[in-house]
């Protein structure tokens, strides 16, 4: 069926390798996003499966056919663009209908399409409308509607929400998730917005540098990051993290920084003889805690910074020299955070990852 | 404060925040006073029975006699008309020439045939119309041009062109292109060039070939551009390039070659009739106005775009 394969994908600049063998799998009807800092070949992937740039090596098939040398126009794909690609010149409609009338369909059928399209948009009042004359969300449900039209098997969204402003961005974002549960078509979608991810995706790609770190639904990668770039790339707040040595005492592991020393989680991984061993603890900014437990064993702080957002508020402070955020509930009042001396730790919600490889400790065996 | 103070009060603060700008601008005021609006008081002897030696101030008025003379001159007549005639050709073959040219280079996707073949047309720009005159007349000489030359391969016998005045229009509209149509398609190409590529990704994506996509992109995209340089053109219409005229025609090609400014010229320069000339003038530069105010109040009606 319409899923999308990408295997060993290579993409090559003249000499430049910037996309160094990427291997996906896009379930049919699924949402994935890639995700990754800027410059990282998110771009250059999705425009590799629309056909616009070519494939230097590796192998692509759309709906268990090799589209390698297919021309886009041939794969069956709409793309909608960052800057939505309006034609100016064009109404609402005409520019709904472009890829309908290229195709030679015929008028009455056009006209029919575009306005369900319109419909299921909201656009129906500005059909006649100039693209300069529509607002930046208008303009992009006007982009949305040229690719619906299609009845594409694939859609490919190249960070469509970036030109607009935050409050419509998470709204647009509804929609987007709406329009996908409605009409059931495998969606790539590319964003370097980790929220967006998160709340689009069925499954999220985290890219970096032109390769895949790592790839899982959104609550696998917050849960368990396979690596300490993806740890820091997903969640908002980023996860802390803390450079510290390893301690064995007894059939327990500790983590010593400064003064300090953390009671971590079993792991499989690290036994009695990693004494001494460099690591880096990740610990998310929501689960960190401003009241002592019995398992949890704490760090003395003093906060520079509260930033309150309503039902939470995000205490800033440094541990080893380096910014450390928690985000704490205030139960309506933030008197009880302003005196805080000490967080505290379950070891369960404590990460820890390799110093010289960057990758987590006891990665699941069912995500690998 | 009444009104009026507070605004010279602005403006003296206007200027003194303000007076680099204006010092900027002076020389471009100045060019245009000195030699486009000083010269205007000269007009006036378009209605004065003028001599050299009562000046301009002292000729006595004469109201619209020249123009009456004029009128009543076939060669004026016939002149009019043969501007209006090239006018015309030069609106329907050299000014979409350049446009032509920028689409076919735009489709071009070697980048160094595309500069090469780029630089060629562009060379005739640079040459002086002395010399582009003296190309045309060598190359369609009866005796040794290679037109009469390739003509012969086919035992045709050779073809006085220049002295016919049935080739003239062909000559001059051709030689026109061939001068200008390479230079003037760099303002297209930049238009071209301005054109958002994602229109064009999209386009292929969509399923467009490259015919479609400069049907339905490339020309309307530079469409504002190319109804400027119209409304410039229909300005300049009657202007039809003297220089070229005056190279490249003789007595026997009057008939259809004499355009007003050469009959200017010929009247006023070489004849000394400086009022009657002057009149001439006067009625190109009146034509001129109308036609410049009407495309622009067209194109400004009809697609938003226009000079003013
Ligand atoms: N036409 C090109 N020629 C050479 N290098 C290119 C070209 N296009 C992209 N690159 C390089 O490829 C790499 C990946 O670019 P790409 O546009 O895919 O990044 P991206 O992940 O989409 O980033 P962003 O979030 O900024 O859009 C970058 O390092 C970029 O410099
Ligand atoms: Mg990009």
């Known amino acids: 069926m319409a899923g999308v394969t990408l295997d060993k994908i290579v993409k090559c600049y003249g000499d430049i390798e910037v996309v160094h063998g990427i291997d996906l799998n896009v379930a049919e009807k699924e949402f994935v996003v890639l995700v990754g800092p800027s410059g990282c070949?998110?771009?250059?992937?999705?425009?590799?499966?629309?056909?616009?740039?070519?494939?230097?090596?590796?192998?692509?098939?759309?709906?268990?056919?090799?589209?390698?040398?297919?021309?886009?126009?041939?794969?069956?794909?709409?793309?909608?663009?960052?800057?939505?690609?309006l034609y100016p010149h064009l109404n609402v409609a005409e520019n709904i209908a472009f890829g309908l009338r290229i195709r030679k369909v015929p008028k009455d059928e056009v006209t029919k399409q575009v306005a369900e399209v319109a419909e299921i948009l909201g656009l129906t009042e500005y059909l006649e409308r100039k693209p300069a004359d529509l607002s930046g969300g208008q303009r992009q449900r006007v982009a949305m509607g040229r690719a619906i039209v299609r009845h594409p098997k694939v859609f490919l969204f190249d960070e469509p929400l970036s030109n607009l402003d935050a409050k419509l961005r998470t709204q647009m974002r509804a929609e987007i998730k709406r329009l996908h549960k409605r009409l059931g078509v495998t969606s790539i979608y590319v964003t370097h917005d980790q929220v967006e991810a998160m709340t689009l995706a069925d499954r999220i790609v985290v890219m970096a540098d032109g390769r895949i770190e790592q790839i899982g639904t959104p609550m696998d990668l917050f849960n368990h990051p396979k690596n300490i770039f993806v740890a820091s790339f997903i969640g908002s707040p980023p996860m802390n993290?803390?450079?510290?040595?390893?301690?064995?005492?007894?059939?327990?592991?500790?983590?010593?920084?400064?003064?300090?020393?953390?009671?971590?989680?079993?792991?499989n991984e690290l036994s009695g003889s990693d004494h001494g061993r460099k690591v880096t603890l990740g610990i998310r900014p929501e689960h960190i805690m401003t009241q002592a437990d019995a398992d949890t064993s704490s760090i003395g702080v003093e906060l520079d910074l509260i930033e309150t957002l309503g039902s939470e508020a995000l205490l800033h402070t440094t541990v080893m020299d380096k910014p450390f955020v928690v985000k704490a509930e205030t139960h309506g009042d933030i008197k009880h955070l302003e005196n805080l001396n000490a967080f505290h730790f379950k070891p369960g919600m404590i990460k820890v990852f390799d110093r010289e490889t960057g990758n987590v400790f006891d990665y699941p065996e069912r995500l690998k | 404060m009444t009104n009026l103070q507070k605004k010279s009060q602005w403006l003296i603060q206007h200027f003194k925040k303000e007076w680099q700008i204006y010092v900027l601008l002076a020389p471009a005021m100045i060019w245009f006073f000195t030699f486009l609006y000083t010269p205007m008081y000269g007009l006036q002897i378009a209605f004065k029975d003028y001599s050299i030696f009562k000046g301009i101030a002292g000729s006595p008025w004469i109201g619209f006699e020249h123009f009456q003379t004029l009128f009543e001159n076939d060669d004026f007549i016939?002149?009019?008309?043969?501007?209006?005639?090239?006018?015309?050709?030069?609106?329907?073959?050299?000014?979409?020439?350049?446009?032509?040219?920028?689409?076919?280079?735009?489709?071009?996707?070697?980048?160094?045939?595309?500069?090469?073949?780029?630089?060629?047309?562009?060379?005739?720009?640079?040459?002086?119309?002395?010399?582009?005159?003296?190309?045309?007349?060598?190359?369609?000489?009866?005796?040794?041009?290679?037109?009469?030359?390739?003509?012969?391969?086919?035992?045709?016998?050779?073809?006085?062109?220049?002295?016919?005045?049935e080739w003239f229009r062909p000559i001059f509209i051709g030689s026109g292109i061939w001068q200008e149509a390479g230079f003037a398609s760099i303002v297209f190409l930049a238009a071209i060039a301005g054109v958002n590529p994602s229109l064009y990704e999209s386009a292929v994506v969509d399923g467009a070939s490259r015919w479609q996509m400069m049907w339905k992109i490339t020309i309307p995209s530079i469409l504002p551009t190319i109804?400027?340089?119209?409304i410039i053109r229909?300005?300049?219409?009657?202007?039809?390039?003297?220089?070229?005229?005056?190279?490249?025609?003789?007595?026997?090609?009057?008939?259809?070659a004499d355009v007003v400014n050469t009959f200017i010229y010929r009247q006023g320069i070489q004849s000394g009739q400086y009022d009657l000339a002057a009149a001439a003038g006067l009625f190109n530069a009146v034509v001129a106005f109308i036609l410049v105010m009407t495309a622009n109040t067209i194109s400004k009606r009809y697609s938003r775009t226009s000079l003013w």
């Open chain 2, 78 to 165: 016939r002149a009019i008309k043969n501007t209006a005639i090239l006018s015309a050709y030069n609106l329907l073959f050299a000014f979409p020439a350049p446009i032509i040219l920028a689409l076919m280079f735009n489709e071009i996707l070697n980048q160094w045939y595309k500069k090469g073949a780029q630089t060629i047309v562009y060379l005739p720009h640079f040459i002086s119309t002395v010399i582009l005159a003296g190309i045309v007349i060598t190359a369609f000489s009866p005796s040794a041009g290679i037109v009469n030359t390739v003509l012969g391969w086919f035992g045709v016998d050779p073809v006085y062109f220049l002295s016919k005045p």
């Open chain 2, 227 to 230: 109804l400027i340089m119209l």
């Open chain 1, 41 to 85: 070949g998110k771009s250059t992937t999705l425009r590799m499966v629309a056909g616009l740039e070519e494939i230097t090596d590796g192998t692509l098939t759309i709906d268990d056919r090799l589209v390698n040398n297919v021309s886009p126009k041939d794969r069956d794909v709409a793309m909608v663009f960052q800057n939505y690609a």
């Open chain 1, 241 to 267: 993290q803390i450079e510290a040595e390893v301690e064995t005492r007894g059939d327990k592991l500790f983590a010593n920084f400064g003064d300090n020393s953390l009671e971590l989680p079993a792991l």
């Open chain 2, 234 to 256: 229909i300005g300049n219409l009657l202007e039809v390039s003297f220089e070229l005229v005056i190279l490249l025609y003789q007595p026997a090609t009057y008939v259809t």
